[in-house]
């Protein structure tokens, strides 16, 4: 599997590369209309587009036909793919705290709550998304699935206010703000889990011959 995950790096490099820029510049630029953590919450969502680009792009090129002559199990295709997104979202994560960090040096007011809130939140929509849109990207054909991995992200903000609404009917959110939305975190980690064994069924039924 660390061969396949090193062929998708070395794929989406450039992509990857002009992420990580935008990301930094775009932070520097929301400092002086917004809260710059708010970065926080688009970073891991744009980053883990590389992902799809690389699913879709497998499929284009009829590289399924040929991995499954490999000695790698469908499984660990699949999970080679979910760990990818996992890291492309942690790298946007950390890609968008240093346009935080070097504006809190220079005095800007960035706490690490705010930072913590906007990062929770960021990874939930983005773990949710992931796990409503790489099922679909090995159930559909390449069409229908970047219209589902755009529809996706829509989806998970809808969910997460679905969540932050019943977690209010428990305790207050407003008071505890905080622990709610890392409620939310955990319910998207879960999802992420469970979409990963969704999309190893799928993917060990279909015929890819």
Same mark, same amino acid.
């Given at each position: ?84 997104? !996992? %890291? ?9 705290? $240093?346009?935080?960090? =070097? @504006?809190?040096?220079?005095? /800007? ?67 505890? !703000? %905080? ?9 998207? $980690?879960?999802?992420? =889990? @469970?979409?990963?064994?969704? /999309? ?10």
């Amino acid at each position: 599997m660390k061969g396949v995950l090193v062929k998708d790096l070395y794929i989406a490099r450039s992509n990857i590369l002009v992420t990580i820029v935008s990301l930094v510049v775009l932070g520097f630029g929301l400092s002086f209309l917004l809260e710059t953590s708010a970065l926080l919450v688009l970073a891991p969502v744009a980053a883990t587009t590389a992902a799809f680009i690389s699913i879709t792009s497998d499929a284009a090129s009829k590289w399924n036909k040929n991995v499954i002559t490999m000695p790698v199990s469908r499984e660990q295709i699949i999970g080679e793919k979910f760990l990818f997104y !996992i %890291l492309l979202a942690v790298l946007g994560m950390f890609t968008a705290l $240093v346009p935080c960090v =070097v @504006i809190a040096c220079l005095g /800007a007011d960035v706490t690490l709550f705010s930072l913590c809130l906007y990062g929770s939140i960021g990874m939930s929509a983005t773990l949710l998304a992931g796990g409503i849109s790489l099922p679909c990207a090995y159930l559909f054909d390449p069409e229908k699935s970047q219209i589902v991995f755009m529809m996706s992200f829509m989806a998970s903000t809808g969910i997460i206010t679905g969540l932050v609404l019943l977690i209010n009917f428990i305790f207050p959110v407003k008071e505890h !703000i %905080l622990f709610s939305f890392h409620i939310v975190l955990v319910i998207a $980690v879960i999802w992420f =889990v @469970i979409s990963y064994k969704i /999309a190893v069924k799928v993917y060990r039924k279909r015929d890819i011959t």
